[in-house]
């Protein structure tokens, strides 16, 4: 039985073999346990000599049992380093991580800056009843940006209701649904996403980003507009920047302005950049979203978020920041 054991232990190949067997050879109907129960049969003397050779018989096989585990447990311990080794000197192939898009950003950093000053963001929809996007506005029926020449318009005006849907064509329209739902004082940034119809070059797109401000409060001067809009470039283009606004016309705003940044480091020299439009909130918009105009004031301003990303940048061409190449944030580095 022992020779058997011993025989039987050697040719289980690994630990899982050698537990099968197990019981064959030393539970409870193994040959060695069934001798012991039959000593109990055997004449007096020769009962003491038997005991010992079975268990003697039993020991050894159990020795035999315990040695061969242990050797398999450290062939199984050996596979499992060769098996499971990692060369650390391979060449990696990591996959890289995604890039979040330049333009978003620009945007939380805009939105970030302007949170710290006490303004709520605000989204509003892309789709708008020419209302909010022009009338509201003191944009009349007749202007031009609301021909198809400017405009996408995605339902004209039909019975039951007197305005027809357009892509707004700028985020002054959050404006509108900003002074409609809220009591002044509001301050309020509206970034997102507006449409016009431009064909596609260089510098434009008929998809680009704007956020807009806009605060109505108790005297509110063309100082606090002056003010911010310094703190926004500095933010946006470093410590340098100095801005100027040229006076320009907008009908939602009286007095209008263009504001221009001046980048003493630019790659083309020292230059005034346009960066977006501003002005005191137009009484007549006042009125339309039922504000006094003789109890509150506001400004208002719209800056391009993609034209921000291309200063900043030094991108020159906008169809790189739509075209979907992922080495394009890449190239731009992730300073955020
Ligand atoms: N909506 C204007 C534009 O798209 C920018 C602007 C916003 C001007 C607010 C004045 C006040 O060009």
């Given at each position: 039985?022992?020779?058997?054991?011993?025989?039987?232990?050697?040719?289980a190949a690994d630990l899982d073999a050698l537990n099968q067997i197990k019981h064959q050879h030393l539970g409870d109907k193994a040959p060695v346990m069934l001798a012991r129960r039959e000593i109990g049969a055997l004449p007096p003397a020769a009962k003491s000599d038997a005991g010992k050779r079975v268990n003697a018989a039993r020991q050894a096989?159990?020795?035999?049992?315990?040695?061969?585990?242990?050797?398999?447990?450290?062939?199984?311990?050996?596979?499992?380093?060769?098996?499971?080794?990692?060369?650390?000197?391979?060449?990696?192939?990591?996959?890289?991580?995604?890039?979040?898009?330049?333009?978003?950003?620009?945007?939380?950093?805009?939105?970030?800056?302007?949170?710290?000053?006490?303004?709520?963001?605000?989204?509003?929809?892309?789709?708008?009843?020419?209302?909010?996007?022009?009338?509201?506005?003191?944009?009349?029926?007749?202007?031009?940006?609301?021909?198809?020449?400017?405009?996408?318009?995605?339902?004209?005006?039909?019975?039951?209701?007197?305005?027809?849907?357009?892509?707004?064509?700028?985020?002054?329209?959050?404006?509108?649904?900003?002074?409609?739902?809220?009591?002044?004082?509001?301050?309020?940034?509206?970034?997102?996403?507006?449409?016009?119809?431009?064909?596609?070059?260089?510098?434009?797109?008929?998809?680009?980003?704007?956020?807009?401000?806009?605060?109505?409060?108790?005297?509110?001067?063309?100082?606090?507009?002056?003010?911010?809009?310094?703190?926004?470039?500095?933010?946006?283009?470093?410590?340098?920047?100095?801005?100027?606004?040229?006076?320009?016309?907008?009908?939602?705003?009286?007095?209008?302005?263009?504001?221009?940044?001046?980048?003493?480091?630019?790659?083309?020299g020292p230059r005034w950049i346009e960066w977006g439009g501003c002005g005191m909130v137009n009484p007549r918009v006042l009125t339309a979203c039922g504000i006094d105009p003789h109890v509150y004031s506001g400004f208002a301003f719209g800056m391009g978020i993609d034209r921000a990303v291309m200063l900043r940048h030094d991108v020159t061409d906008?169809?790189?920041?739509?075209?979907?190449?992922?080495?394009?944030?890449?190239?731009?580095?992730?300073?955020?």
């Amino acid at each position: 039985a022992v020779n058997a054991a011993d025989k039987a232990f050697t040719e289980a190949a690994d630990l899982d073999a050698l537990n099968q067997i197990k019981h064959q050879h030393l539970g409870d109907k193994a040959p060695v346990m069934l001798a012991r129960r039959e000593i109990g049969a055997l004449p007096p003397a020769a009962k003491s000599d038997a005991g010992k050779r079975v268990n003697a018989a039993r020991q050894a096989i159990n020795a035999a049992y315990q040695a061969r585990q242990e050797v398999l447990a450290v062939e199984a311990a050996e596979r499992v380093l060769r098996d499971e080794t990692v060369d650390v000197t391979l060449p990696a192939d990591r996959r890289r991580t995604g890039a979040r898009h330049p333009i978003n950003l620009m945007t939380d950093r805009i939105t970030d800056m302007f949170v710290a000053m006490g303004y709520q963001v605000a989204e509003g929809p892309e789709i708008e009843p020419e209302w909010f996007n022009f009338d509201a506005l003191n944009i009349g029926p007749n202007h031009p940006a609301r021909t198809m020449m400017d405009t996408f318009f995605v339902a004209a005006a039909q019975a039951g209701r007197d305005s027809g849907l357009v892509l707004r064509t700028h985020t002054s329209s959050v404006q509108i649904h900003s002074m409609l739902t809220q009591e002044p004082p509001i301050y309020t940034l509206a970034p997102g996403r507006v449409y016009r119809t431009d064909e596609v070059d260089a510098t434009h797109s008929p998809v680009f980003h704007q956020t807009e401000g806009l605060v109505v409060d108790k005297g509110i001067t063309m100082a606090h507009l002056k003010g911010t809009l310094e703190q926004f470039a500095r933010t946006m283009f470093g410590p340098d920047v100095k801005i100027r606004l040229r006076p320009s016309y907008f009908p939602f705003t009286e007095p209008s302005a263009e504001l221009d940044v001046w980048f003493a480091a630019h790659k083309d020299g020292p230059r005034w950049i346009e960066w977006g439009g501003c002005g005191m909130v137009n009484p007549r918009v006042l009125t339309a979203c039922g504000i006094d105009p003789h109890v509150y004031s506001g400004f208002a301003f719209g800056m391009g978020i993609d034209r921000a990303v291309m200063l900043r940048h030094d991108v020159t061409d906008m169809r790189d920041m739509f075209d979907g190449d992922v080495r394009f944030p890449l190239a731009l580095g992730t300073e955020e």
